[in-house]
């Protein structure tokens, strides 16, 4: 792909940012290197490891490469059996601290996604999370998660010698005394010495101070002297290393420590003769693994790079686009990424559908210039692996070159006026483009003769369109605007101008050509009324007959617009009066209900009325006759009337549990919550929530039963901290009561913020056991993110409790990682 697109669209400058977000020098390189790729397959590929870097920094947060350097020169040095420098070890030690890091999270995310993906059964979740700890495929196939995962599986941070290395080395000029015993023996050996100088010279400094220039001991050429003064040279036995600027002053060794620094001095030959043992030592110890090394430094360079992309695309708050390979581009609400965000006006356009040519026109200032530039910028973006600052679901094609002839042109330096290098620059692009091109030209034909312009413009387009070369350009000529509307497959566009505010709005109108609006922007700037009809008599009638569709199509717009915002408008009001409506049905209803009721209360009373009299007589026969056939006629007449006093009363109960009060919906129901069961009326406990078809699963007791949401109301929310009811004596009552109480009083939540592990886990536990014999599907533990010492103590605690089945992190909406959710044993 022609780079010259690159400078005119300004991709340079992204690459800019991108190198921006990369942490290693290996990385910036890729950044600067990035070059747009016309294969579709690459370009997915290239999108999915972007996409996989963004949604791993949502998930797990971000990933540091500090510490990578390129150390493939040390590397071609201990091939050839050299020894490798303090610096150079250190920085590998840097590399594979890194890989190791890198390597780290890559595990941590695998975990957590395994966790949401395995079945309930303990045994398959940790036969799986072994395996894939330990990199051994799983059933026989390795499972990719994500388009990073293979990169993050082959790191080597090679834990044993970077071990070693970090224990050795301690700066970039400095082993570690423990490095090897050898070199052990020669510092303690030199520090004894260096204690005896010190202890002689400073024996010495209190006897002789009155020769000495300062009392102070110092150094010279490695070796330990006093400042003598120069007239008690002869008096101060010893040897002379050096002597002040003024001469004043000799730096002299006392003869007695001449043995002892001569003894320091070989001692420090034999020290270097250590170090370099210890250097030959590691660097034997890396030869082996030269090849991992130098993939280290190619995989995390890899992710830096991909993690850069992820990291720019937050920044620009863009998204992935849909690649296709019809060479159709659809960019929804597309913001150039190099404007201000708070200035920034979307655009959406559309291009390879219907239409191969687009042509828009407009006042000057109006963002034709934009358009053509984040059309152009998106497709070298996204072709390249960028995220694109649009809309979900902009389309992008794939081409093989993008060509852009957009701005100032004009070289002194080689003669050119702005409309010969414009035409220098469009005859280049007629000779390399074809129907996998993406043509781009800002003010075609523009700088020389209008007529002459605009028929070479037209000749230019008509050209491209018959090689189906998707193009766009932005013009002013009115026969272009003509040639747009007259020809199939070419589309007209405008940018829209307020002509009240003499300023634009920055919305791309497709299908509609623009106006130059030159007359009415100069009346409203103050040009006298005459001068604007002089001009507007010299036109051409084909111009102003042109110029009157233009206008009468945009006055369609408008009322188009227009009719559109009171259709809405009467939409929204048709359904606030169906939402009354349906308010007042409801009202209704229970209006009748409650008349129901009523009438069926006062025919209780009726009824237990008559139950009294009827009674009364009863007894009164049974006083009066002693004839036993009396007596049991009267019975029969007693039993008839509470025969239906009882078919009376049952009607009314039926009224009263037909359906529950406040109907329940997934949204306000918990497990744990109490509810009355209406087609059993009783209370029981909520064990599940609802599935797909409405149905839940209740707890009465020891009786667990499936009902429908619709036949439930609710008593009360769950609560926690619940205890195990006792009967008047005081003693526990049955297992099933017991099983019913705490299904009654725990919660499905435990939070565990802002304790200590220590008091955490033993409140933990408990709350696992009240949990299981409530017969809860599952909890949800709060341990927030912090340092991640709950976290850990929570997954170490489900792990050894033998009612888990399995558990998992939170989800988006649920708690993210600050929320473990664990699931019993059925």
């Known amino acids: 792909m022609n780079t010259k697109a690159f400078k005119t669209l300004e991709f340079n400058k992204i690459l800019e940012r991108l190198e921006g977000c990369a942490d290693s020098q290996e990385g910036k390189r890729l950044c600067r290197e990035l070059r747009p790729s016309c294969e579709i397959s690459e370009i997915r590929s290239l999108q999915e490891e972007t996409a996989a870097a963004v949604n791993r920094i949502r998930l797990y947060g971000g990933l540091s490469f500090s510490g990578v350097r390129d150390v493939s020169a040390s590397i071609q040095r201990l091939s050839l059996a050299a020894s490798l420098s303090i610096p150079e070890l250190l920085q590998i030690s840097g590399l594979l601290t890194a890989a190791g890091r890198a390597q780290a999270y890559g595990r941590e995310d695998a975990d957590e996604k395994t966790q949401r993906l395995l079945p309930r059964a303990v045994r398959l979740e940790q036969h799986y999370t072994k395996n894939k700890r330990e990199g051994v495929p799983v059933d026989g196939q390795e499972t990719e998660m994500d388009a990073l995962s293979g990169y993050f599986r082959e790191l080597a941070p090679l834990k044993t010698v970077n071990r070693e290395l970090t224990r050795c080395i301690l700066s970039e000029d400095e082993l570690a005394d423990d490095a090897s015993e050898g070199l052990h023996q020669v510092r303690r050996r030199i520090h004894q010495l260096q204690e005896k100088i010190h202890t002689e010279l400073s024996g010495i400094l209190n006897r002789s101070r009155s020769l000495l220039q300062d009392g102070v001991i110092t150094m010279r050429d490695g070796r330990y002297c006093l400042p003598v003064k120069a007239e008690y040279k002869a008096s101060f036995p010893g040897m002379v290393h050096d002597q002040s600027a003024t001469g ?292 051409a009638s084909e111009d102003v007959r042109l110029e009157d569709v233009i206008a009468s199509l945009e006055e369609s717009r408008v009322t188009a617009e227009r009719e559109r915002e009171e259709i809405q408008r009467y939409r929204t009001e048709i359904e606030e009066y169906k939402r009354r409506a349906r308010e007042s049905s409801k009202g209704v209803e229970k209006g009748k209900d409650r008349i129901l009721q009523k009438a069926r209360e ?118 926690g901290g619940g205890t195990v009811p006792r009967n008047d004596a005081g003693r526990s009552r049955g297992a099933g009561a017991i099983r019913m109480s705490k299904a009654m009083g725990i919660s499905p939540e435990l939070n565990l913020i802002g304790k200590m592990t220590a008091d955490a886990l033993p409140e933990l536990n408990k709350y696992l056991d009240d949990a299981c014999l409530a017969h809860l599907p599952q909890v949800r533990i709060v341990h927030g993110r912090g340092t991640g010492a709950l976290k850990k103590m929570v997954h170490t605690a489900l792990k050894k409790n033998k009612y888990v089945e399995s558990f998992r992190l939170g989800e988006y909406g649920e708690g993210s990682d600050g929320v473990t959710i664990a699931f019993f044993r059925k």
Do not use: W
């Open 248 to 539: 004043a002053t000799l730096f002299i060794e006392p003869m007695s420590v001449v043995r002892l620094n001569n003894e320091i001095r070989e001692l420090e030959s034999e020290e270097k003769r250590e170090i370099e043992k210890v250097l030959r030592t590691l660097s034997d110890a890396l030869l082996p693994y030269s090849a991992e090394i130098l993939r280290d430094i190619r995989l995390l360079a890899q992710l830096d790079f991909s993690f850069a992309k992820a990291k720019l695309s937050h920044a620009m708050q863009a998204t992935q686009p849909v690649f296709n390979d019809r060479f159709y581009i659809h960019i929804k609400d597309g913001r150039h990424p190099l404007i201000d965000p708070k200035r920034v006006v979307p655009i959406s356009i559309y291009l390879g559908d219907t239409f191969e040519l687009l042509i828009i026109t407009g006042p000057n200032t109006g963002g034709k210039t934009v358009c053509l530039k984040t059309v152009g910028l998106f497709q070298l973006m996204g072709q390249s692996g960028l995220f694109i600052p649009a809309f979900e679901g902009s389309e992008l094609g794939v081409f093989q070159e993008i060509f852009a002839d957009i701005g100032d042109e004009q070289s002194i330096e080689q003669s050119l006026s702005t409309f010969s290098a414009h035409m220098t620059n469009t005859v280049r692009i007629l000779e390399q483009a074809d129907a996998h091109s993406l043509c781009l030209f800002d003010e075609l034909g523009a700088g020389t003769d209008p007529t002459e312009g605009a028929a070479l413009a037209m000749a230019i387009l008509n050209f491209l369109h018959n090689m189906k070369t998707r193009t766009i350009a932005t013009t002013h000529y009115a026969e272009i605007k003509v040639y747009a509307l007259s020809t199939e497959g070419v589309e007209n566009a405008s940018c829209e101008f307020d002509v009240e505010t003499l300023s634009p709005t920055y919305r791309l109108l497709i299908g509609v050509p623009g106006k130059s609006n030159a007359f009415a922007i100069s009346q409203k700037l103050g040009l006298p009324g005459y001068i604007i009809e002089d001009a507007r008599a010299r036109l």
């Open 602 to 719: 006062e025919a209780a009373t009726i009824l237990a009325e008559a139950k009294e009299t009827a009674d009364a007589i009863v007894k009164e026969l049974r006083k009066q006759e002693q004839n036993g056939a009396a007596t049991i006629e009267a019975e029969k007449t007693r039993t008839k009337l509470n025969q239906k006093l009882r078919a009376t009363q049952a009607a009314m109960n039926t009224g009263v549990v037909k359906g529950p009060a406040q109907p329940l919906s997934a949204k306000n129901i918990r497990v744990g919550d109490t509810v009355r069961v209406l087609s059993m009326n009783l209370n029981a406990t909520v064990s599940t929530l609802p599935d797909r078809d409405g149905m839940v699963y209740v707890t009465a007791g020891i009786i667990r039963t499936r009902v429908s949401i619709r036949e439930l109301e609710l008593v009360q929310h769950a609560k």
